[in-house]
């Protein structure tokens, strides 16, 4: 099902290097409107159940370790085509291959504290979203 919704975390890293200001100013002004926002913090187990699907991989401790680092912003954002349109605005995974211009070339510092993170299906979306999130704090 297609709900032009996505789910954004500003990571630890960007958060810390004040950065938030100046993503989410990017992501208004690419079209995205915030149906939901918090600021908040990741325990180490809340991180590993949101990076569950990478815990048999060799960076899963460490990426645990740095999304309960320090607080995150969640949000909740609609357009049309979110998914890929957010990820395109995001850029890759590895900032140094991230496109010019993309939140991840401006603001990553490396492939594990990079960034934001953007959903990578509908059905993901929606699972991340509430993750966060109740039906009253969206709008
Ligand atoms: P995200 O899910 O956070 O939006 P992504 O979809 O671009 O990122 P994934 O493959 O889902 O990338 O990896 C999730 C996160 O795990 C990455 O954003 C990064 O923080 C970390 N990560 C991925 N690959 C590596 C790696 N090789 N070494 C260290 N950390 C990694
Ligand atoms: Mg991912």
Known sequence: MKTNRTFTMIKPDAVANGHIGAILDHIT???????????????????????????????YADLVNFMSSGPIVAAILEKDNAIADFRTLIGATDPTKADAGTIRNLFAKSIEANAVHGSDSDENADIEGSFFFSAFERF
């Not at 079209?31 to 590993?48: D, E, H, N, P, R």
């Open 29 to 59: 002004k690419a079209g995205f409107k915030i149906v939901a926002l918090k600021y908040t913090a990741l325990s180490a187990q809340k991180a590993g159940e949101f990076y569950a699907v990478h815990s048999e991989r060799g960076f």
